[in-house]
């Protein structure tokens, strides 16, 4: 495989007293669409918020392109070419679909190319395109989310951190948003994904990690942690 | 109550109703948009009027062209306030808000006053002796038209900035989602701090242009926090332009109350329009209505 | 107790508005207080000991007002209270200085029913409001005698009470009130007010207001064009010595109206000029009646006092009634048995920038100007 | 709240009302009697503002109506306990009145629509001088015409008491419960079938009728009012005030509150003259900035820590 | 006998038809699902039956009773309750208390809410947790609190909008096992818009399939699954190659 593009080392992280990550180590590949798999509160989210910089690690080192940005603040890492489609949408409820989207391309890298980018979202999304001017808090759940990750697109981000994308999505939906992931990842877009719907999530990923109690349990390839007896009996029922 | 007089009140309201606008203005970027419960806002008029004043006495500029000048200066200090103490409450209730800003009227009223005194002042150039005649019945007093002018322009041109840009999306966005906005890219508190830094001082160049027609003491700005609370909402909130549309109606409607009903009642009209709007259409006269 | 018996200083209460809306009054008192203060320090004090002003800010607040009178006289004992500045504090004291038993005395609170409460513990050094009607009417009758009259005022006590004073008055000189329109103060556009008034085209017109509304009134009555034959008013904004300035009054649209006045820096009494003199030193400005009448104020308790012979209040106050200063700076003071100071009202008119006595015609200085000229024919 | 709190909160009051063998001096018992009295106003706030979360700033309008209330209805020759009764009446149509329009709105616009009512009785109260005197006063009659300020300040005590005791009970009952959903989620409650509107209209009548007697109190103490002094919007920002920087939602908040700041008021006003209004504009600030949940609020915190 | 009837309901928003002439009704005893894609109308049916909005035309039946205009605390105490699709704690509170905010619909006393609460709490299986803040709980935990407070308001209906949306396959199915048990308490519920078809399968009596706010099939979760329209509309081809 290609360069490192990201990669977090024995990262530590909590919200006050309760300490969530328990040394976070993984490597994610330029290029490539990587999954994170867990059971609920396992730290999956938590470890996106660290590496996009919601959250502040409290020791270990995370390196962007071999930098150290475990001390930059959130609204620098889109600058880099982090975005992060947070868990749960995370819209501006009151303004219009193009709106939002336009605001995922608040950088100045992106801005220039403004009414391009939204184009393309559109032409992701024609669903989006219907409802560019409803007010996003009145959208469906599904509708949301497509917003949600057409917006974190509007970005060009290198890596796209995505949150659980399938979350309450309709069956064919969810079909269609992987389809667009992979999409995504064939322009060259590297991407981390975390998702319960694990069958789904290692099908468009090149490999993954599994994450217990705040911690990197097991990795592999998807093919590898689909045949790992473990996996199979935790998260696939099977 | 012939139909002149009617109509003159009516183009008096308008005049008066302008600079309502624009202090209304720039409670919608403070409280409309960013939800800053800012009970300080006349305060900040008020220190716009004496900057105004001192640019005056001490160099002899006329408000016209130094409104510019306090501005940038109120800009500034909006911007530290916001720094120093609105920054560090981010996300607090808004109870923490109403005291705080309660808090930074009272003292900043008081440091004026130990500063300059509690005595009444206004100034006096040549231009206001000026009345424009519009026909035969009409008549205007040149400051409030030149006023009139300033605070449209002014009014335009936050408009434009607030609806039109990206840093003016930036700021509708932090109210909506302060999680998100940082995940955008969005610096949150220097975008907060730049359109409070605005807000405040919209309503220190309203306090430029009143000086001219009105005088000056420390409490003279407590008036109009109120009013510009009543303008944002009634202009529905998070509209630039209903905010100016407010503050005009409202200037219009205490003149025509002083006129048919009388001049002590014009305060309780407004807050009673208020409370009207209020029950039948909650999202303001001016809003868009929202399911 | 009281006036600090054992401390080596004498003590008398102030209440005055030291901060909020009025604060500038509450300062000119101040600074007519500190003037007496050192004046009569320098002659000995009261009683062999020097005096101390003990201030309670009342914000402009009543509530507050009378706060202050239980701070001064249940914690620092004073044996007698001056203050407060606006009528609606003054009143509010009075309940409280009378239940504690401690002389006020009022330098500036006009409105009537300020001496209708029958409290004894109660001496007004200014005069009253309707008394002011009175001399404006007497003033009137003899000058051309006008029928109509149309009355404008702030919708506070003050404002209230010359309202009160003057329609009753009007009505026993036989004079018609055809309009009486209150205003909130301090309001920035008075223009649809004064429209209603010329609608109702008054003979003459009666004013109470403060300094800063009497400006923007006169300079908006320009403007609709309001031509009534006769500007009167009830003294305060349109006599302070400000208001015919261009810089911080009306300027020339102050120019020829009538008013009530307490006092001017150039009355004729023995020592308004050194007063006036002194004030200038002091602040740079001319003084405003208010500072006089709180300079007069404490120079008629510290007199009190003397006559009195110590700290008790009933001494004191009955002192006060039985007083008579011939001569202060202020005029000849004796209080009636209401506790009213006769005080001498004189009726002047603005005339080529400077107030001149008018009226009556034993102390008139000028003849009165009248009809007023209408605004176009005015010169600028 | 466990035993040892009610405890202590009971014997707090005995206390109080052991006070005046103590303290004899007048001024002493005035500025208690405005800790007392503001403090039984701030819970009376509290019921609407901290447990229901809906922030008004119009309480001013209540605490008229009682001050208006005992001066006009005597006047009409009621006697006392029927004016009592009936100013307590008033303020609970005012409530009435401001629920009806203003609990449908949420947030600030409910705040402003409160301040709004408020202003228009202030104004009605200057400008109808025929009814309410206008700005030239009512007198009111005289509540205790010996030891006046001992007897103030004892019924100021036994205010602060049942604004106590009732806030107690009801933040245990189910209308407390149901106060406390609202202001976290509305939706929620409406959803497990709580009257969202009803019940808080309730606590603003119960809020308002406790105003409305505080006021009464003052207005009877002050024996002459203005509607300056009892209606203007200081007052609604003194009682949320103290309620708020106390600690909104909390028993003890609003009596601590009472006591910083009407004491800081008047200290400030001794030391600093002039600049005593800079001085407590910092107070607050500083309160703010350090204390965000306010007084109880961070104490509570600090407790929380320790454990 | 039909607990529920909806008759005809249309829902319009602006231009939009939310929901649109849709009909269909739910017996006592009866577990319903309504599924459909994102933006079908599942949400605002929930909204409409709880009294959140009213429907423009069309009556919802309740109990024979027509419950088209109702607000929602009456629906609430007419029996009808609900979860929020995006869960909504009130954070503050223990989960206790958060619980006992629905058992006080039924009566005033504290007591007698905290134990009836408690009860509820053992049959979901969160007794554990009772006096744990509600802050900072895993999401099943909270769709599972979304779920005992509004049964602890004593419902005949409850609408269960997306509960199991977000949790892995093995906890959607442990929590299917619960609710399979709601009609031995005399509960009918009407379940929202599960995705996880596995899960709808196995317990729903009654499948409705929505798609832009109109009814595109109805029957048996066996019935719909193979129905062409249902195939197209919602669950993709995927589906038919599983063969379910
Ligand atoms: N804001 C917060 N405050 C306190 N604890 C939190 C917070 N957010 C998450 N946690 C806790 O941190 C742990 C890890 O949470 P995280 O959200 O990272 O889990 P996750 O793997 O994403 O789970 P899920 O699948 O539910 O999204 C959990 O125990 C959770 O309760
Ligand atoms: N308040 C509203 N104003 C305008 N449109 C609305 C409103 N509420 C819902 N809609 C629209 O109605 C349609 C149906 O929405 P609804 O939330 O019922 O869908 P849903 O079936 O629950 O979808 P999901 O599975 O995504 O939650 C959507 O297109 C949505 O955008
Ligand atoms: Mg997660
Ligand atoms: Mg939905």
Redesign the pocket.
């Known amino acids: 495989m290609s360069e490192t593009l990201l990669a977090l080392e024995s990262v530590e992280a909590g919200y006050g007293d309760f300490q969530a990550l328990f040394g976070v180590t993984l490597e994610v590949p330029e290029g490539a669409v990587i999954s994170l798999i867990g059971a609920n509160g396992a730290g999956k989210t938590t470890t996106l918020r660290v590496i996009s910089g919601l959250l502040r690690p409290k020791s270990g080192t995370i390196r962007f392109r071999g930098e150290d940005i475990s001390r930059v603040k959130a609204h620098e890492m889109v600058e880099r070419g982090i975005s992060h489609v947070p868990e749960g949408r995370q819209l501006f409820p009151h303004m219009s679909v193009e709106e939002n989207l336009a605001l995922g391309a608040y950088v100045p890298r992106t801005r220039p190319r403004l009414k391009k980018l939204i184009a393309e979202q559109f032409a992701l999304f024609p669903k989006l395109a219907e ?1 560019r001017s ?2 996003a ?8 989310q497509m917003v949600a990750i057409a917006r974190g697109l509007m970005a060009q981000p290198s890596l796209l951190l995505l949150d659980e994308p399938s979350l ?3 069956p064919k939906v969810v079909d269609e948003v992987f389809e667009k992931i992979r999409e995504v990842a064939r322009t060259g877009v590297t991407v981390l994904i975390v998702e319960q719907n694990v069958v789904d999530g290692l099908s468009i990923s090149d490999a993954g990690y599994v994450v217990e109690n705040g911690a990197v349990v097991l990795s592999g390839s998807s093919k590898e942690l689909m045949a790992n007896e473990q996996v199979r009996a935790a998260y696939l029922g099977l | 109550m012939d139909f002149f007089t009617t109509l003159q009140a009516v183009v008096n309201g308008v005049l008066t109703g302008a600079l309502y606008a624009l202090v209304g203005m720039g409670m919608a970027l403070i409280f409309g948009v960013m939800r800053i419960v800012n009970f300080a806002h006349g305060t900040f008029m008020m220190l716009g009027m004496y900057a105004t004043y001192v640019l005056f006495v001490q160099a002899h500029v006329v408000p016209y062209y130094s409104f510019p000048l306090v501005a940038l200066g109120m800009y500034g200090l909006g911007y530290l306030i916001y720094m120093a103490l609105l920054r560090p409450i981010h996300g607090q209730s808004d109870f923490m808000q109403i005291l705080l800003t309660l808090g930074i009227g009272l003292a900043i009223t008081d440091a004026i006053q130990l500063v300059f005194g509690a005595d009444y002042h206004q100034i006096n150039f040549p231009l206001l002796e000026k009345n424009l005649h519009l026909g035969s019945h009409i008549t205007v007093n040149a400051p409030w038209v030149v006023s009139f002018g300033i605070a449209l322009v002014t009014g335009g041109g936050l408009y434009f900035f607030v609806m039109h840009t990206m840093s003016g999306r930036a700021a509708r966005a932090i109210a909506q989602n302060r999680y998100a906005a940082p995940l955008m890219g969005i610096h949150l508190h220097r975008v907060q701090a730049f359109w409070f830094g605005l807000g405040v001082s919209a309503a220190a160049v309203a306090g430029s242009l009143l000086l001219p027609v009105f005088y000056l003491y420390p409490g003279v700005g407590d008036q109009f926090t109120l009013k510009a609370f009543v303008i944002v909402v009634l202009g529905g909130m998070e509209s630039i332009v209903g905010a100016a549309m407010a503050g005009v109606l409202l200037g219009v409607v205490e003149s025509l109350t002083s006129l048919y009903w009388g001049n002590e009642w014009a305060l309780a009209v407004d807050f009673a329009i208020f409370l009207l709007v209020l029950s039948l259409r909650p999202s303001g006269i001016f809003g868009r209505q929202k ?1 | 107790k009281g006036g600090g018996g054992q401390s080596n200083t004498f003590k008398i209460g102030v209440v005055s508005s030291f901060t909020g809306p009025q604060a500038a009054f509450g300062q000119a008192h101040k600074n007519g207080y500190t003037l007496a203060l050192a004046d009569l320090n320098a002659k000995g004090g009261v009683l062999g000991k020097p005096i101390e002003l003990v201030y309670y800010d009342d914000q402009g607040r009543p509530d507050q007002a009378v706060q202050g009178v239980a701070k001064l006289v249940d914690q620092d004992h004073v044996p007698v209270i001056l203050g407060a500045y606006t009528s609606e504090n003054t009143r509010a004291m009075i309940p409280a200085v009378t239940q504690r038993e401690v002389p006020l005395l009022i330098p500036t609170s006009v409105a009537d029913n300020l001496m209708q409460t029958g409290s004894p513990w109660v001496f007004r050094v200014c005069q009253g409001s309707g008394n002011y009607a009175h001399a404006i009417l007497d003033f009137l009758k003899h000058n051309g005698d006008p029928k109509t009259i149309a009355i404008i005022y702030e919708n506070t006590n003050f404002g209230q009470s010359n309202d009160t004073a003057m329609r009753e008055a009007a009505q026993q000189a036989g004079l018609t009130v055809v309009d009486e329109e209150a205003y909130q103060a301090s309001s920035p556009d008075y223009k649809a007010l004064l429209a209603r008034v010329k609608a109702k085209n008054p003979d003459a017109i009666y004013f109470g207001s403060y300094l800063l509304d009497a400006s923007t009134l006169m300079r908006q009555s320009a403007e609709v064009g309001l031509d009534p034959r006769y500007y009167t008013a009830a003294g305060t904004g349109f006599s302070a010595a400000e208001f015919p300035t261009k810089d911080k009054g009306a300027g020339a649209y102050a120019e020829y109206t009538i008013s009530v006045s307490q006092w001017l820096p150039t009355a004729k009494w023995k020592g308004s000029k050194e007063f006036d003199e002194a004030f200038l030193k002091l602040t740079g400005t001319h003084p405003a009646y208010h500072a006089m009448e709180a300079y007069v104020t404490l120079a008629i308790a510290v007199a009190a006092i003397e006559k009195a012979g110590g700290a008790n209040p009933v001494a004191i106050r009955d002192a006060l009634r039985a007083l008579w200063l011939p001569e202060t700076p202020f005029g000849p003071i004796r209080f009636d048995e209401h506790g009213q100071n006769d005080h001498a009202t004189l009726v002047t008119q603005i005339q080529d920038g400077q107030y001149k006595v008018v009226w009556p015609p034993d102390a008139a200085e000028a003849k009165p100007i009248v009809p007023t000229p209408p605004w176009n024919k005015r010169q600028k | 709240m466990r035993r040892w709190q009610l405890a202590l909160a009971g014997s707090g009051f005995v206390l109080s009302l052991l006070v005046p063998l103590v303290v004899h001096s007048d001024y002493q018992l005035q500025v208690l009697f405005r800790i007392y009295l503001f403090a039984a106003l701030g819970l009376a706030w509290n019921l609407v503002g901290g447990y229901a979360g809906q922030l008004s700033l119009g309480h001013a309008a209540y605490f008229g109506a009682g001050a208006y209330g005992l001066a006009l209805f005597t006047r009409a020759g009621m006697p006392l306990w029927a004016a009592l009764v009936m100013l307590v009446g008033l303020a609970m149509l005012f409530a009435l009145l401001i629920g009806g329009v203003s609990f449908r709105l949420r947030g600030p616009y409910f705040a402003l629509a409160t301040i709004a009512f408020a202003e228009v009785l202030h104004a009605a109260a200057k400008n109808l001088p025929r009814v309410t005197g206008g700005d030239v006063g009512v007198p009111v009659p005289a509540l205790f015409h010996t030891h006046a300020n001992r007897s103030f300040y004892l019924c100021a005590v036994l205010l602060t008491a049942a604004t106590t005791a009732a806030t107690f009970l009801i933040s245990r009952s189910r209308f407390g419960y149901y106060l406390m959903a609202i202001r976290e989620d509305q939706e929620t409650a409406l959803s497990v079938g709580v009257n969202a509107a009803r019940t808080k209209l309730h606590a603003l009548l119960v809020s308002a009728a406790f105003t409305a007697l505080g006021g009464a109190l003052y207005g009877s103490l002050f024996l002459f009012i203005v509607p300056d002094q009892v209606l203007s919007i200081d007052i609604s920002n003194e009682i949320a005030i103290v309620a708020m920087l106390g600690g909104a939602g909390t028993l003890a908040g609003p009596m601590v509150g009472a006591a910083v700041l009407e004491s800081a008021s008047e200290i400030f006003k001794t030391i600093f003259q002039e600049a005593h209004l800079l001085i407590y504009g910092l107070l607050l600030i500083v309160v703010v900035l350090f204390l965000p949940e306010g007084i109880m609020g961070g104490v509570e915190a600090i407790v929380r820590r320790r454990k | 006998m039909n607990l529920l009837e909806i008759e005809h309901v249309t829902k319009r ?2 231009g ?1 038809l ?2 649109n002439d849709v009909t269909f009704s739910i017996r006592e005893g009866e577990i319903g699902f309504i599924v ?10 929930f ?1 409409l039956i709880s009294g959140v909005f009213h429907p423009d035309s069309g009556t919802i039946r309740f109990q024979g009773r027509d419950i088209s205009r109702i607000r929602p605390n009456q629906a609430a105490e007419l029996g009808i309750g609900r979860t929020f ?1 995006v869960v909504k704690p009130l954070r503050n509170l223990t989960v206790l208390e958060n619980v006992m905010l629905g058992a006080f619909l039924r009566t005033r006393s504290g007591t007698k809410a905290a134990e009836e609460s408690r009860g509820v709490l053992r049959y979901l299986q969160m007794e554990k947790i009772a006096d744990s803040p509600a802050s900072g709980l895993p999401l099943p935990m909270l769709k599972r609190l979304e779920i005992a407070r509004a049964l602890a308001t004593r419902p005949r209906l409850i609408l269960l ?2 509960v199991m949306s977000g949790l892995s396959t093995a906890e959607a199915l442990a929590l299917a096992e619960t609710l399979k048990k709601l009609p031995e308490w005399g509960i009918s519920a009407v379940g ?2 599960e995705h996880v078809m596995q899960v709808v399968m196995s317990i729903a009596d009654r499948v409705v399939v ?1 798609d832009h ?1 109109t009814v595109i099939a109805e029957g048996t979760a066996k019935e719909v699954v193979h129905e062409p329209r249902v195939i197209e509309a919602y669950l993709g081809s995927k589906y038919k190659e599983l063969g379910l």
């Open positions: 409802r409803q007010i808090g009145t959208l469906s759940g599904g509708e949301q309450g999505l309709a | 399911a | 928003f602006g939009l939310a929901t459909g894609p994102n933006g079908a109308g599942k949400t605002t049916l909204n699709q909008d997306e929202g818009v929505l706010g």
